[in-house]
């Protein structure tokens, strides 16, 4: 079904508005990234200072079972993300279509169904040429075994019965018709 100028100008209006919110919470992920970084930098400075009181406090006769308060933050620390920024980036970059490289793929006699994507349906026929990066290339399934191209000897006796030698004449030891 072909969409109607009207659809089509709909659909390119929700596209962009949804290309502007990928864009926009992007900007919010730094935010967010910013900051845990924050809060990183305070848990090890937190993590200095007890270190710092455990040195010290041996000095002034301190039981080694005091209590210094010194897992409560443990927790926190090991539960935080690391790298959300460049993680959110490579989802942007996925979202929108703007991977780096990509490939070409032809895509296996099943056909292929990949997460859907501004750029890309995802939806793909047995036969489809199709440009991938690398990381949607390892979702296609895997149920073909790619096949090597035949020799140029196979092509030719693929076609041999077609070709009758009283209809064909030598030119350079290749048979033309």
Known sequence: MTPSAAQAAQ??????ALA???VERYTQDAAVDSGLQKLWRALQERSALSSKMLEIAPMIDFAATADFDLERFT??????PAELLAESHAWLEHFLG???EKEPYTIGSKGAVL???LADSGVYRPGDCVYLS?????MLPSEDAPKA??????????VRPAI????????????VR
């Open 115 to 117: 997460p859907e994507t």
């Open 11 to 16: 659909r390119a209006k929700h596209q962009a």
């Open 20 to 22: 502007a919110l990928a």
């Open 75 to 80: 927790a926190l620390e090991q539960a935080l």
């Open 98 to 100: 703007q991977e780096g």
């Open 149 to 158: 191209l035949p020799t140029p000897e196979e092509m030719e006796a693929s």
């Open 164 to 175: 009758s030698q009283d209809d064909s004449f030598p030119v350079s030891g290749f048979l």
């Open 134 to 138: 690398a990381e949607r290339a390892k």
